[in-house]
């Protein structure tokens, strides 16, 4: 994890003066909303020491409570 | 322009051919067909087939626009606006569910004591590296790999001709008919309905005129190489295959020359992780693309290193367990897929139909 917050740094280092540069601000804001939301992301999985809510499982739960005759066919 | 790269039409059949290997051979989803897998599977390519058409017919319709300016075309500002980020969030989930599958299978086969955000980290990186050089490189890189993989699987099929057990097959077709159809549906779905990504990379062929030969053939060649594996791997494992994870990979255990040549699953390990690293590199290169486009940037390339570390985070908590995967597989992804790679599609033709764009001029 730290490596990975660390890689989000270090390419924000890298990027933003490049961007600034070229005054692209539409990248800037794009790249750093990313850049937020994959820090936040690090830091809620870690602290919570992975006990989230699993995105796949919950989509398959809702499928399946939406569809119940899929449970028959697809096992 | 974002991207000027070209590739040729041999270069986009092996991408679509390596992009359906990848992953899809790993879990072998029309599985639940049991012995009638292979036939689940070939059913699965023909409903593919169709998908391919109406994807190709897109391409050659807008040639040179990904599906962000196809949309954006067609519906309008806000409504294009819309539907294309329902896709980009669809190809960025499906990569990460991607690396999911790569995750559990490193897990459970190879590194099992390796912290799972170590092996996501390291398994997105080459990634990142290969997305950001831009499509060029991915369409070599693809190249390279299908050749390798052709080349592996063949050897280890070979050496495994003798222990191919053709009464494995029978008794044929016993499979009920609701359940053979839903096999053939995932198979359809997972990896043929995939290749909706190739809406933001084929408008990159030197000749968009030859998008549909091309797209179709990478399909077939891609669809005709799982089948085979697919009908590999039910004989020589037999009834037990549905007891395995992964059939493709346990089955080439059984390889055997005389004591000497054996263990040769480390082959097919690595000829998994190669496919499932180029998909993962399409799938990756397609959102960061779709994300500068659908927000007007001038490059994608800085996307790519954020995008890449948000997949590998999404990947860590996509499941509880692999038990959970498979039921996504089979059960819900058909399900889920359904907007992304068949209405979006279809309902852009339809609408640039009635609408008679492109308008000339």
């Known amino acids: 994890m730290a490596l990975m917050a660390l890689t989000l740094i270090f390419s924000a280092l890298i990027e933003f003066p490049r961007m600034i540069a070229r005054k692209a601000w539409k990248e800037l804001s794009v790249f750093s909303v990313l850049t937020i939301l994959g820090l936040i992301l690090i830091f809620l999985i870690s602290f919570s020491n992975y006990d989230v809510p699993f995105i796949g499982s919950s989509i398959a739960r809702l499928i399946q409570g939406m569809f119940p005759f899929i449970k028959h066919v697809g096992q | ?50 998908f391919a058409l109406a994807y190709a017919q897109l391409v050659q319709r807008f040639p040179g626009k990904t599906l962000m300016e196809i949309n954006e075309e067609v519906f309008g500002k806000v409504f294009g606006f819309m539907m294309s980020l329902f896709f980009l969030v669809y190809l960025f989930h499906l990569n990460s569910m991607i690396d999911t599958n790569y995750l559990d299978f490193i897990k459970l086969t190879i590194l099992p004591a390796t912290p799972a955000a170590i092996v996501v980290f390291f398994g997105v990186l080459p990634c990142i590296y290969t997305a950001k050089r831009g499509v060029e490189v991915i369409a070599r890189v693809g190249q390279i790999l299908f050749i390798m993989l052709v080349l592996f699987i063949s050897v280890l099929t070979m050496l495994l001709v003798t222990k191919l057990d053709f009464s494995n097959l029978k008794p044929f077709l016993t499979t009920p008919l609701p359940k053979l159809l839903w096999a053939a549906h995932v198979s359809g779905n997972f990896p043929f309905l995939e290749t909706v990504s190739f809406l933001m990379i084929l408008p990159f062929m030197a000749n968009p005129k030859k998008a549909k030969p091309t797209f179709l053939s990478g399909l077939a060649i891609g669809g005709v190489i799982l089948i085979l594996i697919v009908t590999r791997t039910t004989l020589l494992l037999g009834d037990s295959t549905p007891m395995y ?36 590199t399409v799938l990756l290169y397609g959102t960061s693309l779709g994300c500068a486009q659908l927000f007007r940037c001038q490059s994608y390339q800085p996307f790519v290193i954020p995008l890449g570390i948000l997949t590998a985070l999404i990947s860590l908590v996509n499941f509880h367990s692999v038990s959970e995967n498979l039921t996504f ?21 339809t609408v640039a139909g009635i609408r008679k764009l492109p308008r000339k001029g």
Do not use: C
């Open chain 2, 245 to 280: 994870v992964y059939p493709a990979f346990h089955s080439t255990r059984l390889v055997n020359l005389g004591n000497v040549l054996s263990r040769l699953e480390v082959i097919t390990a690595i000829s998994f992780l190669m496919m499932g690293f180029f998909k993962m």
């Open chain 2, 1 to 50: 322009m974002i991207e000027k790269g070209k590739i040729s039409e041999v270069q986009a059949t092996f991408m679509v051919a390596g992009f359906i290997f990848g992953s899809a051979v790993l879990i072998t989803p029309a599985g639940i067909a049991g012995r009638d897998a292979w036939f689940a599977e070939t059913l699965g390519l023909i409903e593919g087939m169709g």
């Open chain 2, 329 to 349: 597989i089979n059960q819900a992804y058909p399900l889920y897929a359904l907007p992304f790679g068949i209405i979006l599609p279809v309902l852009a033709l």
